[in-house]
């Protein structure tokens, strides 16, 4: 049965021994990730991609124990891999109230108000700047539809709903949205720019969206998980 302890791909851990897991279950799905030693390299990273294009129009290049990839990729090389736990919720259990300003919730909770799979790309994000010397600090998660209309006014922003405001139909935080700045310099130029400049190509290993790349309305320390021709479909599912 395959299986792997860690990710493997663009940003993952990349364990020898899980890229030569996936590096023959590659071989066996028809992909050429090029020689099976357990060495992550462009071969790798690109049979990976070309496997994810056959089934996603977003391929990432990442593969992440009990993820979609995992999944097809088993079923394509006919090694089943272990069933999927059922997942994190949305939000942790030791947070119940999602009152009060939430710009002003502690780190843990602002990442809790995350979406379940985007808020594990954040924590990545996060771990790689911090090591990157920098100090990033969530400013916002999720936020409330009342604060967003407040930022609108104020000129902070462009929409009435964004993906910051995603909960779940019963009304949990499930932002797909986070706003990260350095602790050092917030948005005071220059220093700024460095941070945000690394933050936005480290959503790129994510796959994530980068407001800095916006043209209309450059929000550079906005990173988010879904595209934003998909904002009236995750409106819907908030129940909003």
Sequence with gaps: MASISASVGEGGVNKEADVEVIQQMLVDAGQNPGIVDGDYGGNTRDAILAFQRTFSANPDGRIDPGGQTLRRLAEASGKPAPAPSAGPAAAPSQFTD???????????KKLAS??????????????????????????FGWRSTEVQRRLVREGKSKV????HNAQ???GIPNAWAVDLVDKRWAWNEPDCMKFFNALGA??????LVWGGDWTGFRDWAHIQGRQNSELAKVKAESGL
Excluded at 114 to 139: M, N
């Design 168 to 170: 779940t139909p019963k």
């Design 202 to 207: 480290e959503a790129k290993v994510e796959g």
């Design 114 to 139: 995350l979406e379940a799979s985007f808020r594990p790309k954040v924590e990545r994000i996060i771990d790689r700047l911090a090591k990157a010397g920098y100090q990033p600090k969530i400013v």
């Design 98 to 108: 999602w009152s009060g300003d939430s710009s002003q919730w502690p780190q843990d």
């Design 160 to 163: 009435n709903f964004s993906f």
